[in-house]
C-alpha cells in the first residue's frame, strides 16, 4: 500500500501543472481555465485516495510513508468533509428505515468506511465507540426454564413517546432465540422488548 500512496500522492502533484500545460500549449479545445480545475478535482480525488492508502499501511511508517502521510492531509479534508457528510445523511435514511422496519440496511457498510477509511471509531449502533462489541456475550436468566446469552447489538434512543423510557438511550441485545432485549442502566436489569409494556406499566423487568 505504501507504494500505491506514493505513487498517487506524486501524480496528485503533477496532475495540476500538466493540466496547465496543455492548456497553455492549445493541446485541447478547452480553455486553461477549465483544464486547470479539472486538475484541482484530480488534486483533490488522487491526495484522498492517497492518504487512506498510506493509512492503511499499518506497521510500515517509515519516514517517508509519514511525510505522504502528512503532505497529502490538504488534498485529504476536503474530500473527506464532502464524504462525511454524504455518510451521515445516509446513516439517516437508514435510522429513519430502521423506525418502520427495525432492520438497519447500510449502516454496517457506512461504518466501515468511517472506520477504516475516514479514521472515525464507531460501535455497531452508529455512535462514536463506547467500549462495547458486537461479540460481547451477556448471559442472564430470563426465567426458571432457561438462560438467554445475549449478544450486544448497539446503542439507540427509545422515540416511542408513550413509552416511559421516552428519549432514553439504551444499549441492545440480542439472544439465541432471535428476542431482542434492553438494557437502560448498562446492564443492571434487562427487558425483553416484546415487554415493554411491562416496563412502561411500573412493573419489574424481569
Known amino acids: 500500500m505504501k507504494v500505491v500512496s506514493w505513487i498517487l500522492f506524486v501524480l496528485s502533484i ?17 480553455s486553461m481555465t477549465d483544464l486547470i480545475i479539472i486538475g484541482v478535482v484530480f488534486f483533490f480525488i488522487l491526495g484522498f485516495l492517497s492518504h487512506i492508502a498510506i493509512g492503511f499501511s499499518h506497521g510500515e511508517y517509515d519516514t517517508a510513508a509519514k511525510a505522504v502521510f502528512y503532505a497529502s492531509f ?9 464524504v462525511f457528510l454524504i455518510l451521515m445523511f445516509i446513516k439517516f435514511l437508514d435510522w429513519v428505515v430502521y423506525l ?9 457498510a457506512v461504518n466501515f468506511i ?36 445475549l ?9 416511542d413517546p408513550d413509552s416511559a423510557t421516552y428519549r432514553q438511550y439504551f444499549d441492545r ?20 422488548e416484546d415487554d415493554l409494556d411491562k416496563l412502561n406499566r411500573g412493573d419489574p423487568l424481569l
Open 14 to 30: 503533477l496532475v495540476i501543472p500538466v493540466f496547465a500545460i496543455i492548456g497553455a500549449l492549445g493541446i485541447t479545445e478547452d
Open 74 to 82: 490538504p488534498a485529504f479534508i476536503i474530500p473527506f468533509i464532502a
Open 100 to 108: 418502520f422496519t427495525d432492520k438497519h440496511y447500510v449502516l454496517s
Open 114 to 149: 468511517l472506520e477504516h477509511a475516514l479514521g472515525i471509531k464507531m460501535n455497531k449502533g452508529g455512535s462514536s465507540s463506547s467500549g462495547k462489541s458486537n461479540n460481547e456475550e451477556v448471559v442472564i436468566v430470563q426465567d426458571s426454564v432457561r438462560e438467554a446469552k
Open 151 to 159: 449478544k450486544f447489538v448497539e446503542k439507540s434512543q427509545d422515540y
Open 173 to 192: 441485545y440480542r439472544d439465541e432465540l432471535g428476542y431482542y432485549w434492553r438494557t437502560y442502566d448498562n446492564g443492571v436489569n434487562f427487558v425483553k
